[in-house]
C-alpha cells in the first residue's frame, strides 16, 4: 500500500472540523504554532486527540489517549494498530477493494505484530494499542499528523509508509478534515513544494509527463524548458566544482542541514556571491 509525495493530503484550514486527531511524532504548540493553533480550535470543538510521543507534549496533557513509546519504535506502534483494525474488522472493504493493491501482502506482513508484541517494543501497554486503533478507525473524520519525529529515523521511511498504510486501511483519505499530514520541518518546505519542484510542476505532476507539460504550456501561454532544475544535493555538487558562482539562501542552514558540515563550507568558498 502507501502512496503520494511528502506533502499535506489536506488544508490547514480543515483541521479545525476533525472529530479526531492522531498526532505523532510532532510538537505544534512549540514548532509549529499556526498549526497547533488551529488544533487547539478543534480540540475546543470536541475534538477526539490521540498523541503519541516520548515526550507528555501539551496537546498529550489534553488528549483522551496518551501512548509515550520509546524512540524509534513508532512502526511497531503503528503496524500493531493495523493489526487490530484488520483482526477486528475494522477496516473499510469497500475503499481496500477500490482504491488499493497489495492489501493481502499487507494483511500477511502485520497478521504478527500483536499488539502484545509491539507493547515489548514500544513501552505501550497493549490495551492503549488496541484502544488507539479503535479510535481511530471508527471515528467519521480521523487525520494523522506528524513531523520530524517521524522522519528523522533511519526507519523514517517504513514510518511514514505505516501512516499511510493506515490511513488506506481505514479510508481516512480523501476526504475533508481527514488525511495524512506531513507538518514540515524547515522554512516555507510545503509550501514551495506544492508550488514547485526542480523535476515537478505545481501539485507534485511530473516534468518528464508530456501531457502535463503540455497542459500547463497551454493555459501558461509559454514555451517551458524541459530540462529539469537542480536539487539540493545537486547544487552542492556543482558548487564544490566550481560550476555554481552565485547562491541566494532563504531561511536555510546549508551547513547544519548537511551531515557532512566540510562538503557545503568548501563549495560556498567557491561561491563568487553569496546572499
Same mark, same amino acid.
Given at each position: ?34 498549526? !497547533?493553533?488551529? =488544533? ?27 501512548? #509515550? ?6 512502526? @511497531? ?15 473499510? &472493504?469497500?475503499?481496500?477493494? $477500490? ?14 505484530? $500483536?499488539? %502484545? ?7 505501550? #501497554? ?7 486503533? +479503535? ?9 494523522? *499528523? *506528524? $513531523?520530524?519525529?517521524? /522522519? %528523522? ?16 486501511? $481505514? ?6 478534515? /481527514? ?24 501539485? *507534485? ?12 504550456? &497551454?493555459? @501558461?501561454?509559454?514555451?517551458?524548458? &524541459?530540462? #529539469? !532544475? ?7 555538487? +556543482? ?8 547562491? *541566494? ?6 551547513? =547544519?542541514? %548537511?551531515?557532512?558540515?566540510?562538503? #557545503? ?11
Amino acid at each position: 500500500m502507501s502512496f503520494g509525495s511528502g506533502s499535506m493530503t489536506n488544508s490547514i484550514s480543515e483541521i479545525k472540523d476533525c472529530k479526531l486527531i492522531f498526532l505523532i511524532g510532532g510538537n505544534p504548540t512549540e514548532a509549529h504554532p499556526i498549526v !497547533g493553533l488551529e =488544533m487547539k480550535k478543534a480540540l475546543r470543538k470536541g475534538c477526539t486527540f490521540i498523541v503519541a510521543d516520548p515526550r507528555r507534549i501539551w496537546f498529550a496533557q489534553h488528549a483522551k489517549l496518551y501512548l #509515550p513509546l520509546k524512540p524509534g519504535t513508532d512502526n @511497531w506502534l503503528l503496524n500493531a494498530m493495523a493489526h487490530v483494525i484488520l483482526e477486528e474488522g475494522l477496516e473499510n &472493504k469497500e475503499f481496500i477493494k $477500490t482504491r488499493t493493491e497489495d492489501f493481502e501482502n499487507f494483511r500477511e506482513f502485520v497478521k504478527d505484530i $500483536t499488539p %502484545e508484541k509491539a507493547a515489548e517494543f514500544t513501552g505501550v #501497554p497493549a490495551e492503549d494499542i488496541r484502544q488507539a486503533a +479503535r479510535l481511530y478507525a471508527k471515528s467519521e473524520k480521523s487525520a494523522i *499528523y *506528524y $513531523t520530524l519525529g517521524i /522522519t %528523522e529515523h533511519t526507519c523514517g521511511t517504513d514510518n511514514v509508509r505505516c501512516i499511510a498504510n493506515l490511513a488506506l486501511l $481505514t479510508g481516512h483519505v480523501g476526504k475533508s478534515s /481527514t488525511g495524512v499530514n506531513p507538518i514540515r520541518g524547515q522554512n516555507n518546505v510545503q509550501g514551495a513544494t506544492d508550488m514547485c519542484l526542480p523535476d515537478k510542476l505545481p501539485g *507534485y505532476q511530473l516534468f518528464s509527463d508530456e501531457k502535463v507539460v503540455e497542459k500547463f504550456e &497551454k493555459n @501558461w501561454g509559454v514555451t517551458l524548458n &524541459k530540462k #529539469p !532544475g537542480n536539487t539540493a544535493p545537486t547544487m552542492l555538487e +556543482r558548487m564544490n566544482k566550481g560550476e555554481f558562482k552565485a547562491l *541566494y539562501v532563504i531561511g536555510e542552514d546549508p551547513i =547544519m542541514s %548537511e551531515p557532512n558540515q566540510e562538503y #557545503p563550507i568548501k563549495g560556498l568558498k567557491n561561491l563568487e556571491l553569496l546572499v
